[in-house]
């Protein structure tokens, strides 16, 4: 299992470079400043804009996660305790984090949807509040589930490495 997630931390981070490399020239590109200059972006969530503003530094943190996520598979490969509770913890708050993304993901659809219904939208696009309704319990349950889900997993993760065969491994 191990080996997996570091497989997994290690693909991330490149992932997240890839990302870093995107963000950084989006975020000074002129003529995205000139795009969005001047734009009403109320439709848009306080915390998604936030995030389109701090694009490369959540990139930044998140490589950052990934690269501690690796040190402690390598550090529990290696069968030190410190790898153990690092990785513990980091179970926790993925765990949380998750939950925290389908706060942000909802929020921008109550924003969106708050827009569609205002007198600043086209009929038409009040007409499109229905379907967004729609869209918005489907991506919520879905994601709530997905949360929880991967919230046990983790869970019940945590729980077996601090079994005592676990530390017992480590132990030798």
Same mark, same amino acid.
């Given at each position: 299992? =191990?080996?997996?997630? @570091?497989? *997994?931390?290690?693909?991330?981070?490149?992932?997240?470079?890839? +990302?870093?490399?995107?963000?950084? %020239?989006?975020?000074?590109? %002129?003529?995205?400043?000139?795009?969005?200059?001047?734009?009403?972006?109320?439709?848009?969530?306080?915390?998604?804009?936030? @995030?389109?503003?701090?694009?490369?530094?959540?990139?930044?943190?998140? *490589? *950052?996660?990934?690269?501690?996520? &690796?040190? +402690?598979?390598?550090?529990?490969?290696?069968?030190?305790?410190?790898? /153990?509770?690092?990785?513990?913890?980091?179970?926790?708050? =993925? $765990? /949380?984090?998750?939950?925290?993304?389908?706060?942000?993901?909802?929020?921008?659809?109550?924003?969106? @949807?708050?827009? !569609?219904?205002?007198?600043?939208?086209?009929?038409? /696009?009040?007409?499109?509040?229905?379907?967004?309704?729609?869209?918005?319990?489907?991506? /919520?349950? &879905? =994601?709530? &589930?997905?949360?929880?889900?991967?919230? $046990? *997993?983790?869970?019940?993760?945590?729980?077996?490495? !601090?079994?005592?065969?676990?530390?017992?491994?480590?132990?030798?």
């Amino acid at each position: 299992m =191990t080996k997996s997630v @570091l497989a *997994l931390c290690i693909a991330s981070a490149v992932c997240w470079v890839a +990302a870093i490399l995107v963000a950084a %020239p989006l975020s000074n590109a %002129p003529w995205l400043q000139d795009a969005l200059h001047g734009r009403d972006l109320s439709w848009l969530a306080p915390s998604l804009r936030w @995030l389109g503003n701090h694009a490369v530094a959540v990139c930044v943190a998140m *490589l *950052l996660v990934c690269v501690v996520g &690796t040190a +402690a598979c390598w550090a529990m490969l290696y069968r030190r305790r410190w790898g /153990l509770w690092l990785f513990i913890v980091l179970l926790v708050v =993925t $765990a /949380l984090f998750n939950f925290v993304c389908c706060w942000v993901v909802d929020e921008g659809f109550r924003y969106v @949807l708050d827009y !569609l219904a205002s007198d600043a939208a086209s009929s038409e /696009l009040r007409d499109m509040r229905g379907e967004m309704l729609v869209q918005r319990m489907t991506f /919520l349950v &879905t =994601t709530l &589930t997905t949360s929880i889900a991967f919230a $046990a *997993l983790h869970g019940w993760l945590a729980v077996r490495l !601090l079994r005592a065969d676990v530390h017992a491994w480590f132990d030798r």
